[in-house]
């Protein structure tokens, strides 16, 4: 059975700094590419960073660029997401999950883990 734990969220003022962590269970982690996603009150599930099967080719939203980094070790079937110089329009609950190919629905949905950034 597929299973996806985020962890690591919590409360933060602005410009601190959170590292998230995501982990699966159930699938061949390490080949899956695999996204973080957030979703603030009121607003869609975005696409927040991506990261490829061996690591070797991240992609971030433009509001998070140089901001966020994503990494992954495929010996803990873990993906993280370190953030700094958080903001308050960082709030929101992150996910995160497997990219399958197309034609395929995504793996069930962990959880999240809820990042306020507020002072």
């Known amino acids: 059975q597929v299973q996806i734990a985020e962890s690591g969220g919590g409360l933060v003022q602005p410009g601190g700094s959170l590292r998230l962590s995501c982990v699966g269970s159930g699938f061949t982690f390490s080949l899956y590419p695999m996204t973080w996603y957030r979703q603030a009150p009121g607003k869609e599930r975005e696409l927040v960073a991506g990261i490829s099967r061996a690591g070797g080719n991240t992609n971030y939203a433009e509001s998070v660029k140089g901001r966020f980094t994503v990494s992954r070790d495929n010996a803990k079937n873990t993906v993280y997401l370190q953030m700094n110089s958080l903001k308050p329009e960082d709030t929101a609950v992150y996910y995160c999950?497997?990219?399958?190919?197309?034609?395929?629905?995504?793996?069930?949905w962990g959880q999240g883990t809820q990042v306020t950034v507020s002072a």
């Open positions: 999950n497997a990219d399958r190919p197309k034609g395929y629905d995504p793996f069930s």
